[in-house]
């Protein structure tokens, strides 16, 4: 029989999580089930944003912690993955951008915490523009048959088990580490299936393209002001949707860097430290790349607020040492 008429499949997520699990010779797997709590979760959200109509698009009249209008697939992703987690087992305490408090699942003796953006950019969904979940695991540090408690939650960067990202774009992405590399994985719909696409995914050292707000530009810091002129000078491009998962996913892929910087309106910046910045970070580090609020590294920063903001510049590595250096001239 001629084998080159059926192409292998590939290698489904499942498999490769079960592959790197023996990587870890003490492994339980406990954290092999959550990667996949997180990647069922992933595919009904993917299948709620995919078939997005007037039930479930636009906003409900509420707004989240952050101040923000919420839209209602914030809601619904947000109950998606906490259901997940929660049904998993793996996981005692959750911290989601669209709760002002911890959320305990009841699993007292699950040794997992979940920091999360359910729905990251989801002012773009009625506009067809790609959005993105983000979250970041952690070891709880206090003792099992209890509530994940505060000092749990305000681990350092440093202190993630792994981290990733959903991106709800052309195709539904999933790309993930646990330390050891990152790599990507794409849904196949029909199968019902994450399928590794991006194996081993490294970011370019430097890009020509770099993604801000320019319209902020006149109250970004100086040394940031002068790092965008830079750009011009060099002829960069410019590439921005307003999409923090979109835009950092192509700037994994193609290199380039991604800049939120403090202004007069966001004093510390916009994003959020413990599920936004801190899992973009451990991704970008273990691909090649660097993560700062423009001078100190983002996984060195110990939170201490859920919901604290920071500056973020995260992207090539050469990139972000060119934005360091204008930032202490
Ligand atoms: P601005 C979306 O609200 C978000 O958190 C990121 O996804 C995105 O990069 C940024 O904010 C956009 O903020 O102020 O430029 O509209």
Redesign the pocket.
Known sequence: MNDALALPVGTTLDRFIMRKQEDFPFASGELSQLLRDIALAAKIVSREISRADQDTVGTIGTQNVQGEDQQKLDVIANIRFIRALRNGGEVCTIVSEEDEDLIHTGNANAKYIVAMDPL??S?NIDVNIPVGTIFGIYRRLTDGGQDGTLEDCLQKGTQQVAAGYILYGASTMLVYTTGCGVNGFTYEPSLGEFFLSHPDIKIPDKGRQYSC?EANVSNFPLGIQNYLAFCREQKYSSRYI????A?FHRNLLKGGIYF?PASDKNKTG??RLLY?CNPLAFIAEQAGGQATDGIERILDKTPVALHERCPLVIGSSEMIEKVRKYMTL
């Not at 307003?242 to 998962?245: A, F």
């Open positions: 990251d950019g002012s707000n307003g999409s923090l998962v835009d939120y916009k994003l936004e």
